[in-house]
């Protein structure tokens, strides 16, 4: 047996190990056999000599990551117990190359996650790309932050936001105001990544002069998109002709993605999203991406993800149970 003492220093512990010590939990699962206890600012691991030393060695780099890149994320630990060091290009980018610009005052703003890692790598080999995944996984975001940095390195010459105003359930009613108040609401989320990323003066001035568009889905009828970076948001609310119309809008410059949740769709029942008929029919096209995010992606509060592993089981369990019920019919109607 062997057992070894770390001394944690110079970093907050809850960062070190999560919420509810979540991350060291990650690290407890991959070593089952270790024993790792945590008392205030020391780490104790017990076990065979050959595994304290490599949670000994994970710890470690867990901290390295944490003091240089100010962050340490819960993909992050489980890429390293999988023997992914993310300070070596080994199928991943390095963690100073995950940066995909300086949003207001300098802060960094990164893929946080290995899916959203795949999204930056694939708007940079494509130009149309799909990003599809639930709630909190940061699709919106990181499409924004591209777009960001595409307009600050001149790549294109303006950012066109757009999504389709479709009611999430809820019947809003009379909006007062001219029409950019009648729409702000449905087009929020977007302001919201815009407001972490530049100054307000910066956008203000960028809307004015109509370097930053943000307008809702039918304003894009009729126009040639072109030197622009377009994004697409919650585009599992259009139809497939508003898609079609989207999608055909590309001029020859243009970058473009298109953020969904297929299980957030608020179309009118029996209306089928035209996401997922451009995902059908476009994925063998070249110069299309597509990634999908998934509950791990989640970067929201850590109940999310689990909110979202819990709904995702009830419409698998509702699905058998459909199935069943329809195999019950057809064996009463053939009897």
């Known amino acids: 047996m062997s057992e070894i003492i770390l001394k944690i220093a110079g970093i907050e512990l809850v960062d070190l190990y999560g919420e509810k010590n979540s991350k060291l939990n990650i690290l407890q699962a991959a070593y089952p056999d270790v024993k790792i206890t945590s ?34 994320s819960r993909a992050t630990v489980e890429d390293m117990v999988h023997g992914k060091n993310p300070f070596q290009s080994n199928g991943y ?16 703003i990164k893929a946080r996650t290995r899916n959203q890692r795949l999204l930056v790598e694939l708007s940079e080999k494509n130009d149309v790309v799909f990003a599809i995944g639930p709630a909190g996984t940061g699709k919106t975001y990181v499409a924004v932050a591209l777009a960001v940095r595409a307009l600050k390195n001149r790549l294109v010459k303006k950012i066109i936001l757009t999504r389709p105003a479709v009611e999430a359930g809820e019947n809003l009613g009379f909006l007062p105001g001219d029409l950019k108040d009648k729409v702000d609401p449905y087009l929020r989320p977007l302001y919201d990544a815009l407001d972490d990323l530049l100054e307000g003066e910066k956008i203000n001035k960028f809307m004015t002069e109509r370097v930053i568009e943000v307008a809702p889905l039918a304003f894009m009828r009729g126009r040639t998109l072109d030197n622009a970076f377009i994004i697409l948001d919650e585009a599992q ?9 989207f999608l055909t809008r590309l001029g020859p410059n243009a970058k473009c993605i298109s953020t969904g949740d297929l299980t957030q769709i608020d179309l009118p029942r029996r209306q ?9 029919i476009l994925g063998d096209v070249e110069g299309i991406g597509r990634v999908f995010l998934k509950a791990e992606d989640v970067v929201r509060h850590r109940l999310v993800k689990e ?12 699905k058998i149970e459909e199935r069943n019920e329809d195999k ?7 009897e």
């Open 237 to 245: 609310n259009t139809t497939s002709m508003q898609i079609k119309m």
């Open 93 to 108: 980018n390095n963690l100073s190359a995950t940066t995909i610009v300086h949003g207001r005052d300098g802060k960094p």
């Open 39 to 72: 008392r205030g600012s020391s780490l104790k691991i017990s076990g065979a000599k050959k595994e304290t030393q490599a949670v000994k060695a994970k710890v470690e780099l867990m901290v390295r990551v944490l003091k240089q890149e100010k962050e340490l």
């Open 328 to 334: 019950k019919e057809v064996k009463s109607e053939e």
């Open 272 to 280: 089928r999203s035209g996401l997922h008929k451009a995902l059908d």
């Open 307 to 318: 909110i979202i592993l819990a709904y995702e089981q009830d419409s698998e369990q509702q």
